[in-house]
């Protein structure tokens, strides 16, 4: 099965409601280099999260309380091969395909705080209901770009390998358990530099060949 964005519905929770909702990246989180057991190769992965203005939840935050965008998330293999999906999904975003210089090496950083349309879909798994992000699109003609409301978050290998504390737990756990991770704590080799984003898988297995098996998914100026 596919990486896909996830809202767990559990106890009363309601996850976003279904349908195209427009949105704005406020986070991207280097979860590092992973052995996949099934199919028998490391991936580098990242993590994408958008904020959804539409869809509002209220939580506790420095001692206040605030109303903001509920949040979605996709996780990635970090390849822009020509199967790979984070490829095929910015190249909707973007509304046309990348230059053979931007193939080899596309900052990720680019897409911070850049608005979109996201299509997402409900999935039931007996008492649980996940929302998942199923396609992304530029903004409609004629749409302003949104305001970001959360604070930008990113993370990367090549700058730190600190885990912010601000980030979600179940990502500080990705991160931890990372091959990147491990090696830094063990000080046995120096971390790999994950920068950017490739086509191929020419630089070894932080740049993998494809995406995850199974994952499916006027104005000239492009957002990124």
């Avoid at 490391?42 to 203005?53: C, K």
């Avoid at 996780?75 to 095929?88: D, V």
């Avoid at 930008?152 to 980030?167: G, H, K, N, R, Y």
Wanted: net charge negative.
């Amino acid at each position: 099965m596919g990486l896909t964005a996830k809202a767990k519905g559990t106890g009363d929770f309601t996850p976003i409601e279904a349908g195209v909702h427009l949105a704005v990246c406020y986070g991207i989180y280097d979860l590092g280099t992973h052995r996949d057991e099934k199919y028998e190769k490391d991936r580098h992965q990242i993590v994408v999260l958008w904020e959804v203005p539409d869809s509002r939840i209220e939580i506790e935050r420095d001692g206040r309380k605030r109303d903001l965008p509920r949040a979605i998330s996709n996780r990635y293999t970090l390849s822009l091969n020509e199967k790979a999906t984070l490829r095929k999904d910015l190249e909707a975003w973007r509304g046309r395909p990348f230059t053979a210089e931007e193939l080899d090496g596309f900052d990720m950083r680019n897409i911070l705080g850049k608005s979109c349309q996201l299509g997402i879909v409900h999935v039931t798994k007996g008492d649980r209901t996940f929302a998942t992000i199923n396609s992304i699109l530029g903004l409609p003609r004629g749409v302003k770009p949104l305001d970001l409301e959360n604070e930008m978050q990113w993370f990367s290998f090549e700058e730190s390998v600190d885990i912010p504390t601000t980030a979600p737990d179940w990502i500080k756990e990705q991160i931890a358990a990372s091959k990147e991770f491990v090696a830094a704590c063990n000080k046995s080799h120096e971390v790999p530099p994950p920068a950017a984003v490739r086509s191929g898988d020419d630089e070894g297995p932080h740049y993998t060949a494809s995406d995850d098996p199974g994952t499916s998914f006027t104005d000239d100026e492009i957002p990124f």
